[in-house]
């Protein structure tokens, strides 16, 4: 799954489906566009980018404005 912003090409946080059902679903971010998020070196902001950009987020199936992107799928036709 990949989350994208209008303004850049690229998906600025990339994750895994880790739980579905017909209401909603969850992703786990894996990793996220750093220069997207401006990332500080320093270390309070790494640990407040991990907690905050590399968490765990559901989303309802009702809300089309998520601008998700499905990268891969386990169905051969692609959707559930």
Do not use: C
């Not at 990793?31 to 309070?44: A, L, P, Q, R, V």
């Not at 309802?60 to 386990?74: C, E, G, K, Q, V």
């Amino acid at each position: 799954m990949a989350k994208f912003h209008h303004s850049v090409g690229r998906p600025i946080q990339i994750g895994l489906v880790v739980f579905d059902n017909s209401d909603a679903f969850s992703v786990k971010w894996t990793s996220y566009n750093k220069f997207f998020f401006m990332e500080k070196e320093e270390d309070i902001f790494e640990e407040l980018n991990k907690t905050f950009l590399l968490s765990t987020v559901s989303f309802s199936r009702d809300d089309s404005r998520h601008n998700l992107s499905l990268l891969s799928s386990i169905y051969g036709d692609g959707y559930k």
